[in-house]
Every structure is written in C-alpha cells, then in structure tokens.
C-alpha cells in the first residue's frame, strides 16, 4: 500500500506506529512527516476516523504521565542511592552506597501550584481604566506641523 493512505494507518500496526511515535514525543507535524503526509491530512483524519485519533491521545498521554509525575517528584524533592562499583579481579564489586538527596525545587512548585490551583496561585494583573468616550478629541482640528512640533517639543 502506498506511504501516506489513511487505511495503513487504521491497520493494527499503523495504529500501534502512531501511538508509539505519540509517545515518544514527537509533536503532530512530525508523525505527519513520518506518515508521509501534511500535517492537515492528518488533522482532517483525526477528525474523521476515531482510531487515529484515539491512538495518538494513548501515546501521548503515557508522555504526558511521565512528565508530571517527574514534575511532582522534583517539586518535592527526593533521595536515591548513588552506588560505586569497582572491577577486582574479573568481577564487579560494589564498593561504596551514598544516599543522596535532591532538595526541592522552587521552580517547579511555582509552576505546578500555578496550573494546578490557578485560582490561588496565578500572577493576577487586574487593571481598571476609565475612559470618557464622551470627550472631544484634542488634536481633531490640528494640521500635521502642528501636531509634529507638539511632539518634538515633547521628545526635547
């Protein structure tokens, strides 16, 4: 079958190829490429056929998983053990266990609060202004020299 027909794509192994290229992280202008088709065929069939569509969602999610729960961890600091290891003779032997710990990183507790409790943690910029849409324009009457040496004698 021709490279790039949606009905490869709705065959098992195209589906699992999708999810798999989803799930490794490639974004859909990607997959698009390595279907070899553009990037709004491939919209078009997501649209159109709930497999495509489903399987990216899969692969991406599995992706997206990974990403928060590595988040959450760094957010929260953590401990691992660090081991060394040394050949003697013609075997490996471990010679030394450290645990470690890796402090919790502000950063990332910024921006989990931030998007997950928004309505607490979101930077607010609320601004207020009054306009008088009343109010007759100033300037409406002037010619162009006018109005430039207003402006000159304002940037002197």
């Known amino acids: 079958m021709a490279k790039g027909k949606y009905q490869e794509w709705l065959e098992p192994e195209g589906l699992l190829k999708l999810e798999g290229w989803a799930r490794d992280g490639l974004t859909d202008e990607q997959i698009a490429k390595n279907m070899g088709v553009r990037t709004s065929t491939l919209y078009d069939w997501k ?3 709930s497999e495509i569509s489903e399987s990216l969602k899969r692969g991406k999610e599995v992706v997206d998983r990974a990403v928060e729960n590595a988040l959450l ?3 929260l600091g953590y401990s691992y053990t660090e081991t060394t290891k040394e050949l003697v003779e013609t075997k490996m032997i471990v010679t030394k266990e450290v645990v470690k710990e890796v402090q919790p990183d502000t950063t990332a ?3 989990w609060l931030k998007n997950r409790r928004p309505d607490i943690w979101r930077d607010r910029k609320d601004l207020e202004a009054k306009v008088d849409v009343n109010q007759q324009d100033p ?3 002037m010619t162009k020299e006018e109005l430039l040496k207003i ?3 304002e940037d002197g």
């Open 47 to 49: 649209k159109k056929y």
């Open 73 to 75: 961890k760094r957010a």
């Open 109 to 111: 507790q910024i921006f």
């Open 139 to 141: 300037f409406k009457d």
């Open 151 to 153: 402006a000159s004698v």
